[in-house]
């Protein structure tokens, strides 16, 4: 096939659940507050928005719509929350999608917590495979064959493309830190970046079409509520502090000298805006206007074609998960792998009546002979 069949042209996309944003900030920010905020605004059915809660700061707000995947696990069975959310929350999800879609758009709070919860599975997983309590990704990069933080970063992306390919957006949540950066030429600076690992950021900085990150910004007064640019000081010339000051929170939607956590794929951005639900929306909004240099289509019109394509592209990710021989055999092996020892010479007998041998993995490649090996596996479990 030519690749010129596959060449197409590109409409940016105008719908805030056809994008994922990044939402960074130190805590007590407001991260949460303004996801809730933004959807209640936004959407007119709460169930448009669906909040996937890795830890419990949204305890103090109403909200209609969450699932509390942490209450699956503590921090010593924290892998059990991973794995609630990849094979009971993620699969539903798609699956939701396919009879008749009720979320549009899916808020990760936090993704932090969520990469913490998926390094457990990790641990948890490949203790189990090698026989031996791993406690650090650095210890399976040691002691097998495999790289730890690569183990994790195939294991974390895999149920957000799978919901990304099934036509869901996001809002990942995530938490900033000051980090000291040294130049080639040995300057140093502080500045605000995302908390997370390298392996995070690949899965979730390097997707986002829009980050924003919600910074407190300081003003100092004198007592007579004029605005200071340098400290006051006393009769003698020493410098003292003001006893009068006006803290906001800011969004930066652009880097700046100490915010580095910002920016996105859009060119019309502000620097910055003072936090509230409705100057997120006015951003974004005139972020999607500023690209649409040449199409003739108006936003409601785009809005609907967009829809269309979220559907065909759920219908096509579908076919190939249910048709791919390398899913379909990674799913016995994760059945298998969780079955008792008379479970399994059961599936041995049930291989042998239908293969001619009492395995499945000569069969790898074949999508229909896999799809029978599932059936029975599945059967002998229940699950």
Not at 137 to 152: K, M, P, R, Y
Not at 164 to 190: M, P, S
Not at 205 to 233: M, P, R, W, Y
């Amino acid at each position: 096939m030519s690749f010129r069949k596959k060449v197409k042209k590109n409409t940016p996309k105008v719908e805030l659940q056809s994008i994922t944003t990044l939402v960074a900030g130190g805590y007590k920010t407001g991260k949460t507050r303004l996801w809730k905020e933004v959807t209640e605004l936004h959407y007119t059915t709460p169930e448009d928005a669906l909040l996937i809660a890795f830890e419990d700061g949204y305890e103090t707000w109403e909200l209609d719509n969450i699932v509390p995947v942490h209450e699956e696990g503590t921090d010593k069975t924290l892998w059990k929350v991973w794995e609630f959310f990849k094979k009971t929350v993620a699969p539903e999800l798609v699956q939701e999608a396919k009879d008749g879609r009720v979320t549009k758009l899916i808020g990760v709070d936090t993704a932090d917590r969520a990469i913490d919860a998926c390094t457990a599975w990790v641990l948890y997983d490949r203790s189990k495979k090698y026989g031996k309590t791993f406690v650090s990704l650095q210890e399976i990069s040691e002691s097998t064959d495999e790289n730890g933080w690569v183990a994790l970063y195939e294991e974390l992306k895999k149920p957000f493309d799978t919901l990304k390919n099934a036509g869901y957006g996001f809002v990942h949540i995530c938490w900033t830190k000051e980090k000291e950066t040294t130049l080639h030429n040995g300057l140093k600076y502080n500045s605000i970046q995302l908390q997370m690992s390298a392996t995070g950021k690949k899965v979730f900085e390097s997707q986002a079409s829009l980050i924003c990150c919600l910074h407190n910004e300081v003003t100092v007064f004198d007592k007579k509520g004029a605005t200071l640019e340098d400290n006051v000081t006393d009769k003698k010339g020493r410098e003292k502090a003001s006893n009068f000051h006006e803290t906001k929170t800011m969004m930066y939607f652009r880097p700046s000298e100490y915010v580095e956590i910002a920016g996105g794929r859009y060119t019309n951005l502000p620097d910055k805006v003072e936090y509230s639900a409705e100057n997120f929306l006015e951003v974004f909004k005139n972020a999607v206007e500023g690209q649409l240099k040449k199409t003739t289509k108006t936003v409601s019109e785009l809005k609907v074609e967009e829809e269309q394509q979220r559907e065909e592209k759920l219908k096509e990710t579908s076919d190939k998960l249910e048709n791919d021989p390398a899913e379909l055999f990674a799913k016995v092996e994760e059945v298998v792998g969780n079955m008792s020892r008379e479970q399994k010479l059961k599936a041995s007998a049930e291989f042998e009546k239908v293969f001619g041998v009492g395995n499945y993995k000569q069969e790898a490649g074949n999508a229909e002979n896999l799809k029978k090996a599932l059936k029975i596996v599945t059967e002998i479990t229940g699950n």
